[in-house]
């Protein structure tokens, strides 16, 4: 049983675009992928159902280039110039 079932959506994968199929979701997380043929048997069993009729799933983008290391050092030799500050105080 899920949560929230998102039909008629086309979803993009790896391997490209899955047109019109739907999505499951339980407690906030997809669990499943479900083909255009098998969606009513999902609707069944679904608690809401959300019509994703010209819409794109597709997955989040996440940042994992980060600079938080940085912020710990915020004020340790701040009259360097950038260079300076990360060869003399921050490399080392």
Do not use: C
Not at 8 to 37: P, Q, R
Not at 49 to 61: C, E, F, S, Y
Not at 63 to 75: K, P, S, V, W
Request: hydrophobic share 45%; no cysteine.
């Amino acid at each position: 049983m899920s949560d929230l079932l998102i039909t008629n959506v086309d979803v993009l994968t790896n391997e490209g675009v899955l047109k019109n199929h739907a999505i499951e979701i339980e407690n906030g997380f997809i669990t499943s992928i479900v083909k255009d043929s098998e969606v009513e048997k999902a609707k069944e069993s679904a608690k809401d159902v959300l019509d994703g009729n010209g819409q794109l799933a597709a997955p989040g983008l996440i940042n994992t280039h980060t600079h938080i290391a940085m912020g710990l050092f915020r004020n340790y030799a701040d009259d360097l110039e950038l260079m300076d500050w990360l060869e003399t105080a921050i490399w080392p």
